[in-house]
C-alpha cells in the first residue's frame, strides 16, 4: 500500500519535484528494484501463457523480458527481494490476506498453498536472475528500505519501486513506473525537490506521511493530505498536531503507535552489501535455454530470438574508442560485462604464456639438432 495519497499530495503541491522521462534516459545508471513490486506486477497483471503442460508462465517470462529489457537499454538492475516483514505490519497482512479469501497460515501452522506458489515464483524469479548475470539482494526486512539505503550510500543511482515510503524511507531518487513497455514514461520523484517545496524537513516529511496513513499503525480520522500538510507546516510534530485538533472531530487511533512507525522510518533494518557484491556478468544463453526451453517449455526459438536482440543491443555498430588512427571497432557483449571481460583476458594471457613456452621448446630442439 505504501503511504496513502502521497502521490496525489506531491502532484498538487509539489508539482516539480516529479520529472516524467524515458528508459532510455537511465542508460548506464544503477537502479534498485523493489523485486516483490514486479512480480505482483506481472502475477496480477500480465496476459496469460500457458506451456505444453498446462502451467501458467506468464509471470516467469514476464519478469524474464522486464528485466532484458532494462538491459538492451544499458541499464545496471539489482533487484531486491523482501525479507521478514516489521512486527507491527504483520496483523496489516492479516488483514488484507483474509480480504483476498487467503490466509497466510493453515489450520496446521504451515505455510498455505498460495505463499508455497510464491515461494516457487521467487525461486524461478532469482534463477532467471542469475543467469541473465543480474545481481539481487535478499532483504533483511522491506525491499523497499534496502532500495532507499543502496541510494543513500551511492551504490545505486535510483531506486525503483510503486510504494512511496521508499521517499520517507530516504530515497533522494525513486523511479515509478518503471516497466518493459517501448514507449513507456518513467515518474522520477526528487526528494529533496519535495521537501523544498513543500517547506518540510525530512523528520516533519515523516510525520506527514504517518498522518497520511502508513504499513505500520493507523491514522488520525478525518485528515486529508493539504489539511495534514498544513498542520506540520504551522505545528512541525505529530505532538504538536494532538496538541492542536479538536479530537472530538478528528479521534486519534486506539493505542497510536506512530512513535514505533517513526523509528521504523528514520532507522529500519536494511542489508548492507559490498561494492564487489554488485557485479553484473555476460548471460549465460545455454543455462537460460536449458531452464526456460527445458524446463519451463519455452519455445526455444522465442527465448534465443529475445537473447540475440540483447546481444545486438549491447553490440552498436561502432564504437567511439578508436584502436588505431581514425580506426573505429566493433563493440562486444564483453565490453558492457567487465568481470566476464576481465576473465576472458586472463585466459587469453595464459593462452600466450602457453603458446610461447611451446615455441620456446621447438627452438631449443632446433638448436639441439
Partial sequence: MGIQRLADLIRDEAPTAVSYRSVQSYSGCIIALDASISMYQLRTGAPEIRNRNGENISDIMGFFYRTVHLLENKIKPVYVFDGRPPEMKLQLLDRRAEAAGNLRKTDKGDINPEKRLSSRYTENCQKILQLLGVPYIEAKSEAEATCAALVKCGKASYAATEDMDALPFGCSSLLRNLRAEKNGVVKEYSLPEVLKQLNLTHK?????????????CGKIHGLGPKRVLKLMQEHKSIEEIEKHIDQKVHPLPHNWQYH?????????????????ELQWTEPDEEGLVKFLSYEKYVKEGRVRSR????????????????TGAGIKRQARMDDFFPVKKAAATAETEVEKEASGNSNKKGKRKKRQK
Avoid at 522510518?265 to 552489501?273: G, K, M
Avoid at 537473447?307 to 578508436?322: F, I, V, W
Fill in 204 to 216: 516533519q516529511f515523516v510525520d506527514v506521511c504517518i498522518l497520511l496513513g502508513c504499513d505500520y
Fill in 260 to 276: 514505533e512507525a517513526r523509528q521504523l522510518f528514520h532507522n529500519p533494518s536494511v542489508t548492507i552489501i559490498n561494492d564487489h
Fill in 307 to 322: 537473447l540475440e536482440k540483447l546481444r545486438k543491443a549491447l553490440q552498436p555498430a561502432e564504437l567511439a574508442t578508436p
